[in-house]
């Protein structure tokens, strides 16, 4: 039934280590977007796609990047880790044209750098 | 950018009675207002959302208001029972853009005492 999959729902890495977040969803969603949550921050917007190859910066683009070179997956990188960017990570799928439906959660990963 | 805002960060309440979450927004041309429920330790989802030209929308205990005038908007739980404990976010977007994205308030914890 899970149909947005993140790859690792605990992850731990040393400062400055590159780090990929692997998002896969089988909805055929266009949209995907990747947020963090933190304690009293609610969700921020990393960042987002909505098409292949296509991605768009959201509020807090510093320190990330993102491929998304098919259609099912969205990838986040942290190209020098830090720690602050210790947090949950949440990627999200949507359609474009039923935005009512709302978004569609994966599990979350727990990213640790030490 | 659209900004959402969310109060009270923590509710208390006993069981069996309402509880009431606000958010306001900023961008006059939101037109989707969704509401997630996460549970500890689990993926947030939806459960009631809100399009512009609703003033109000109900699902057995829950539901949600919207004020376009005023760009504030609260979801309302009646006969809470404690399996209603959980972080419950808001978000507005601007759906029928070239994406849906959704800007999240900061999430209110709601604890139901038995």
């Known amino acids: 039934d899970v149909k947005v999959t993140q790859s690792s729902r605990y992850l731990v890495k040393r400062t400055g280590e590159k780090v990929f977040l692997e998002c896969v969803q089988d909805?055929?969603?266009?949209?995907m977007f990747w947020y963090r949550q933190d304690p009293g921050l609610g969700l921020r917007l990393i960042y987002f796609?909505?098409?292949?190859?296509?991605?768009e910066k959201g509020d807090i683009p510093e320190g990330y990047s993102v491929s998304r070179e098919k259609k099912e997956r969205f990838s986040l990188i942290l190209e020098s880790a830090s720690t602050n960017q210790t947090s949950m990570y949440l990627c999200?799928?949507?359609?474009?044209?039923?935005?009512?439906?709302?978004?569609?959660f994966g599990s979350g990963t727990r990213l640790t750098v030490v | 950018g659209e900004n959402v805002e969310q109060h009270p960060s923590t509710l208390s309440v006993q069981e069996g009675d309402s509880a009431v979450i606000k958010c306001t927004y900023s961008?006059?041309?939101?037109?989707?207002f969704p509401w997630y429920k996460q549970e500890l330790g689990k993926r947030p989802q939806l459960i009631i959302d809100?399009?512009?030209?609703?003033g109000e929308k109900k699902d057995q205990r829950i539901a949600v208001t919207l004020n376009k005038t005023a760009k504030h908007f609260s979801l309302h739980i009646t006969e809470t029972q404690p399996e209603d404990s959980a972080v419950y976010f808001c978000?507005?977007?601007?759906?029928?853009?070239?994406?849906?994205?959704?800007?999240f308030g900061t999430g209110t914890l709601l604890a139901v005492q038995p």
């Open positions: 999200a799928s949507s359609l474009m044209d039923a935005p009512w439906r709302g978004y569609t």
């Open positions: 909805m055929d969603h266009e949209n």
């Open positions: 796609s909505y098409d292949v190859k296509m991605k």
């Open positions: 961008d006059s041309a939101s037109n989707y």
């Open positions: 809100i399009r512009s030209n609703v």
């Open positions: 978000a507005a977007s601007m759906a029928g853009g070239a994406t849906n994205k959704l800007i």
